[in-house]
Each structure stands twice: as structure tokens, then as C-alpha cells.
């Protein structure tokens, strides 16, 4: 076989690099390699819509025929197991050798796992995660939630809506705390209170064990909740063993420069798995869809000799019940000391059901938004904060966002050339 491009992981970023250097005119055969039997396909259905009506079909990236027009050869249900970086080839788990003059690696991350290994208590990051946890559900009246990140509140925004009891037990001292603003998360768990849910925080689940009657946690305050079905959304782990094995560069993900490359030149890691520059000289991950198209996007450029795309700020949403909330930039406990801004949407945007937007401020300088329901401000926003733009202390003070004020902060008129008298 030819060398070209092989990549490693057919998610998000895996799949939309394959198509990007196929259809941009890589000079050389292309090759998506998945762990799973299907295409790739979009990730944030799974806690949605495929969790409430599991006969939802999968989001694909693109339509399955889309490859083979593309000329990309699909190997699914294969895992690689090693890298010869000398020999610039690839080993798969059915013994197959793949030569490379490129190669992605797009491996993602697994989800974080609780200690115990128990039939009623599931993770949720694949088509057949979903389908395993529905069946239980069905026949559920309760579950458990151990973890309030995004999944985690996902999942029991999905499960309450369908009628089922749900607690969620959160170790920190409040929910998203990773990478929301207090105040965001406080109004996100004020509405999940609204909806039934329980909450309990600064809590840990210290044992799990189940019976016919159910699947029970000891909590860390001695009581014991129990529940027809549990859900463990307590993060991710980059799937970074593989690049390990092979001498590159590694720190919670492998590490690159900002052209997406590895300790060697010849390999590339996007999405998840790729440990980017960020601040203070540390790398950094980000576990997002915007992170995992960008990312594809700026190896793809650097592999075809062309400019990198224009960078945009970090950018993440969640849809939980009748909330759609927006993240923007920094908005996570590095905007501590931060001033946060609350204002009302603009008139324009009346359609809002309670909208809120938040503005993170380093001095005037928009840092990080965050957004509910208030859809339009956040894309004005998002401008705003990759721009590094200074807001004037009218807009930071209104009680309501000014749209044509910001976007004038993006697009200021030129100044008069009209002669004055002297």
C-alpha cells in the first residue's frame, strides 16, 4: 500500500480531517481508522435526543457514501496498537501494517471511571453506551448521577424530562465547576431543582454495590441512596497510550505546537487527545466539537503546506431542558478575580425564554462570555473575545446588551474626512 495520510480515530476531528485533506488534494491515499463499526458521527446527540427516543438515528459527520466519493478508505472496528515511528508504519489488532507519510493520530479520550464494575451502572460516550443505558432506563423509576459536569446534568435533564426520579451526587462544592461562571451554574442548577432533581454537593460516593432491588452508593456522610440505574459523568482521560508507546511527547495528551504536530514531524494529534500551548507555557486540552474541528482544520493546513485558519476563541454549549447555554473564552476557574457582568438580552432578541448573558471582564477587556438563551449576544460575543476587545464602560454598565454598540467596538467608522474651517 501507497504511504499517505493515516488517521487514527474516526470521531469528530478523525472524520472531518480525513474529508479536509481529501477533498483539499492531499497528494496521496487518505485512511480513517475507528475502534467502532460505524462512521463517524457527532457526539452531542448522544445525551439528547438519542438518550430520550433511542430509535433517534445517529448525527453522521457526513453522509456515509461521502467517503468513498472522497476516495478515503474506511477501516472500522480495527484499533491500532502500535507505531514504528523509523519504519513510518502503523500496526493494527488484526496483525495489518499500514505504511504512513502523515499521520493524525485523533484517538480522543475514555470516559473517566468509578471503581466498581456493576451491570446497572453506566458511562456514556458511544452509540452503544446509549443503548445499553436506555434499556435500563426504560424499565427504571430512579437514577443516580454521580458527577455534575455537563454529561452528567445532561443525562439527568434527558432522564427527568422522561419521568424518572433523579439525584445527582457532585464531589465539588457546587455543579460545573470546571468551566462555568458560579452564576451560570447556579441558575443551571436552579432549574433542575425546578425540574425534581436533587442535588448533592461536596459529597462523594465512597462504595457501589448492587442487588435485585437496585444499585446503592454509600455517600461520604454515611447515608445511602439507591436507585433502579446509575450514571457515572465524572470526566475524561485522554486515549494517549498509544503515542506514549511511541516516544512522543506526552502530558495529560500529546503534546503539539500550534500547528497541531507532534514531538514528530511526521505525526500529528488533534481533538481530546492534543495537548495545545496555552498560557504560562503549559499545554492545555480542550474537550469540545468547536475544539475538534479546529483543530482538524489547523493540522490539515499544516499538512498541505497551506495558512492556518484564523483563530476564534474556544467555544462550548450545553442544552439542558429549555436552556441553551453558551460558552466563550475563558469563563472556568482561570477567570478567578475576574469581574462577571450580568445583563438582560437586547430588545431584538425577545423570543428569549429567561435569557441571561454574562460578561468576563478583565478590567474592559472582554475575556469570556457565557450565555442562556441569548443565542445572538453570544455571536457578537465571541467576536468580541477573540478580538481581545475593550468594552466602554457604557456597554459594561447597561442593564441590557447593546448589540449595535458591540458590534461598533468590532467595526468602528472610519473617522471624518470632512474639511473644517479654520
Not at 477533498?23 to 457527532?42: C, F, K, M, R
Not at 490539515?300 to 447555554?325: H, K, M, R, S
Not at 478580538?387 to 456597554?395: H, K, Q, V, Y
Request: with cysteine; glycine share 10%; hydrophobic share 45%.
Amino acid at each position: 500500500m501507497t504511504a499517505g495520510a493515516v488517521i487514527i480515530g474516526a470521531g469528530q476531528a478523525g472524520g472531518r480531517a480525513a474529508l479536509m485533506l481529501a477533498e483539499g488534494g492531499y497528494n496521496g491515499p487518505v485512511t480513517l481508522i475507528g475502534a467502532e463499526t460505524l462512521p463517524p458521527y457527532e457526539r452531542p446527540p448522544l445525551s439528547k435526543d438519542m438518550l430520550s427516543d433511542p430509535a433517534t438515528p445517529p448525527t453522521w459527520l457526513a453522509d456515509p457514501a461521502r467517503y468513498q466519493q472522497a476516495g478515503i478508505r474506511l477501516v472500522l472496528g480495527r484499533q491500532a496498537i502500535a507505531i514504528d515511528r523509523r519504519a513510518a508504519r502503523i500496526r493494527l489488532d488484526d496483525g495489518t501494517d499500514l505504511p504512513y507519510a502523515h499521520l493524525v493520530l485523533a484517538t480522543g479520550s475514555r470516559p473517566r471511571r468509578l471503581p466498581f464494575t456493576l451491570d446497572r451502572l453506566h458511562d456514556l460516550r458511544t452509540i452503544d453506551d446509549v443503548t445499553a443505558l436506555s434499556a435500563h432506563a426504560a424499565r427504571a423509576r430512579s437514577v443516580l448521577i454521580v458527577g455534575g459536569g455537563v454529561i452528567g446534568l445532561e443525562v439527568a435533564a434527558t432522564l427527568a424530562t422522561k419521568g424518572l426520579a433523579v439525584t445527582v451526587v457532585e464531589i465539588g462544592s457546587r455543579l460545573l465547576g470546571r468551566n462555568f461562571p458560579a452564576p451560570v451554574a447556579a441558575l443551571i442548577a436552579a432549574r433542575h431543582a425546578t425540574a425534581g432533581v436533587a442535588i448533592r454537593t461536596a459529597t462523594r460516593v465512597r462504595a457501589l454495590h448492587e442487588d435485585t432491588g437496585g444499585i446503592h452508593a454509600t455517600l461520604s456522610d454515611g447515608s445511602i441512596l439507591s436507585a433502579d440505574v446509575a450514571v457515572a459523568g465524572i470526566g475524561v482521560v485522554p486515549d494517549s497510550g498509544l503515542a506514549q508507546a511511541a516516544g512522543l511527547a506526552v502530558d495529560d495528551g500529546i503534546v503539539v505546537d500550534h500547528r497541531m504536530r507532534s514531538s514528530d514531524p511526521a505525526i500529528f494529534a488533534i481533538g481530546d487527545v492534543a495537548a495545545q500551548p496555552g498560557p504560562m507555557g503549559r499545554a492545555m486540552r480542550c474537550e469540545t466539537w468547536q475544539n475538534a474541528n479546529v483543530t482538524a482544520a489547523h493540522a490539515v493546513a499544516a499538512i498541505l503546506g497551506a495558512a492556518p485558519p484564523v483563530a476564534e476563541a474556544p467555544w462550548f454549549w450545553t442544552d439542558q431542558y429549555d436552556l441553551n447555554v453558551q460558552l466563550a473564552g475563558i469563563t472556568g476557574p482561570e477567570a478567578d478575580g475576574a469581574r462577571i457582568v450580568e445583563q438582560q438580552p437586547g430588545a431584538q432578541n425577545q423570543a428569549a425564554i429567561d435569557g441571561r448573558l454574562f460578561l468576563v471582564l478583565d478590567g474592559n477587556r472582554l475575556i469570556g462570555a457565557a450565555a442562556v438563551n441569548a443565542g445572538r449576544e453570544m455571536s457578537i460575543c465571541r467576536r468580541l473575545v477573540t478580538a481581545g476587545a475593550m468594552l466602554p464602560d457604557a456597554l459594561i454598565g447597561a442593564a441590557t446588551f447593546d448589540g449595535r454598540a458591540a458590534r461598533a467596538v468590532l467595526n468602528p467608522r472610519p473617522a471624518s474626512a470632512r474639511l473644517v474651517d479654520a
